[in-house]
């Protein structure tokens, strides 16, 4: 495989890092990311939304009127669906919108979605030594000059606690670690930031 590099910025002096050619310089399967995406969305709904039928609401034990004589249409009970305070007829209930996808399927959506940035020129690696306090000034200022288009992503190691504020704070701007990257963040976000400490555990995980 070629050799796949990335800038360093926000340190002393701008150098360049290789990059795992496996993780950062793989193909872009349109198919797998977007069926990865649609299952990582549905996996955040609740699916808590639920309404009662006519077997939970309170009420209706004996028929409302008499079945023969009145002149009107027969009933069971006043909690039938065309009464008002009635059940719902085909009421919604708990669900799940889990989408299953295969291990292999994520690695590769993950990868290529990383390597889609490489390739584009919207990835660098950040160095979190350079923010000693948290500053978000600091953090705007190295956007700034790095020049590239939001929304920004952030993948910082979670003892990296000054970078990880320095940027949180930001418009438009995500930040994560490497246990909870997920292909839709990546997706979503025009550029991609990930801190020097982070580079090997993002590799890790997408490489185990």
């Known amino acids: 495989m070629a050799v796949v590099k990335a800038q360093v910025i926000g340190g002393a ?4 890092v290789a990059l795992e ?3 950062f310089g793989a193909e872009l399967k349109r198919h797998l990311v977007h069926e990865t ?3 990582e ?4 709904r609740a699916g808590t939304r639920a309404t009662k ?7 209706g034990r004996s ?8 002149g009107r249409a027969r009933q069971g009970t006043i909690r039938a669906p065309q009464f008002t305070g009635g059940g719902v007829a085909f009421p ?3 669900r799940s919108f889990d989408v299953k996808v295969n291990r292999k399927a994520r690695r590769a959506a993950l990868c290529g979605a990383l390597s889609n940035h490489v390739s584009n020129g919207t990835f660098a690696l950040v160095d979190g030594t350079a923010f000693d306090a948290p500053s978000s000034r600091q953090a705007a200022k190295l956007v700034a000059d790095w020049g590239k288009s939001l929304p920004l992503l952030l993948v910082a190691r979670e003892d990296e606690v000054a970078l990880i504020k320095s940027f949180r704070n ?3 701007v995500l930040v994560t670690v490497p246990a909870e990257l997920e292909v839709a963040p990546v997706v979503w976000a025009r550029s991609l930031l990930v801190s020097e400490a982070a580079l090997s555990l993002v590799e890790g995980r997408v490489g185990r």
Request: aromatic share 2%.
């Open 37 to 39: 995406v649609r299952a």
């Open 21 to 23: 050619p496996a993780v």
């Open 170 to 172: 930001l418009d438009r």
């Open 63 to 70: 028929k409302p009127w008499r079945q023969k004589g009145t």
């Open 13 to 16: 002096a701008a150098r360049d």
């Open 41 to 44: 969305l549905n996996a955040h």
């Open 53 to 59: 039928s006519r077997g939970l609401v309170s009420g």
């Open 92 to 94: 919604p209930g708990m």
